[in-house]
C-alpha cells in the first residue's frame, strides 16, 4: 500500500492484533494464578502452589499467540500452528507439574504424554505454501509417532497411578503395542506416496518403507519377546520384498 508520495505504507494492524492476544493470555495466567492463591489462602483445601512456576509460562503465552495469529493469517490449520500449540502443551505441563509440586515419579508420563501430543498436532497440520509430497508425508509420520508416544504415556500413566479401568487393557509388553503404531503409519505413508506416484517407488517411498521395515520389526519382536538377533535376518528380509514389490511395480 503507498501514500500519495509513492512512499509503501505498512499496516501496523496484525502488530497489534499479536500485541492484544498476547495481553489476553497474559490476563487468563494472571486470573488463574490469582485464584490459585486465593483459595490457597482460604484454607479451603491444601496443596502446593510454587508462583515461580509461572515464569515459564512466558514462552507458553508466546507459542499461543503464536498459534493463535498464524491461524488467523492462515485460514486453516496448519503444520506451523499446530507446532506451536505443541510446543504450548509440552512447556504448559512442565510448568504446571512444577508449579503444584507434582510428584515425578509417578506424573513423569505427563511428559511423554505432552511430547506425543505436540508431535501429533505438528504431523496432523497442512503444510503451509509447500506442495511437497515427501515432505508431507514425512510430516504426517511425525503424528504417528506422536500418537505412539501417546499411547506410551497413557500405559505408563496408568501403572504409576495405578488406574485400574486402563491396567485391564493392558497386555504383557503393552509396550510394543506404540512402537508398532508408528511403524503402521511408516506402512501407510509409503502407500500413500506409491499410489500418488502413479504406482511407482520414488526415493521418499523407499526411505518410508525402509523405516517401516524396521520400526514394525522391532514391534513384533518386542510383543512376542523374541530373540533380538532375529532384527537384522527380518529386516534384511523385508527389505528385500520391498525392493522386489518396487522393481515390478517401476517395469509395469
Partial sequence: M??????????????????RSGNIWWALVLIFAGAILFVQNLHVAEFTFNWWALFIFIPVIGSLSAAWSQLRDDGYYSAKAGGSIGSAIFMGTIATMLMFGMDWSIWWPLVIMAAGLSALLTGIGRLSQLDNRSLSAFARLSGWFGLGALVLGLGFLAQTLPIAALQTYLIPRWWAVPILIAGAGALVNMLVMFFQNGARMNWAAWSMGLIAVFVVGIGILALFALDWNLLLPIVLIACGLVILAGFFSNRN
Avoid: A, F, L, W
Fill in 2 to 19: 503507498e501514500n500519495q508520495s509513492g512512499i509503501p505504507e505498512y499496516s501496523s494492524e496484525p502488530r497489534r492484533h499479536h500485541h
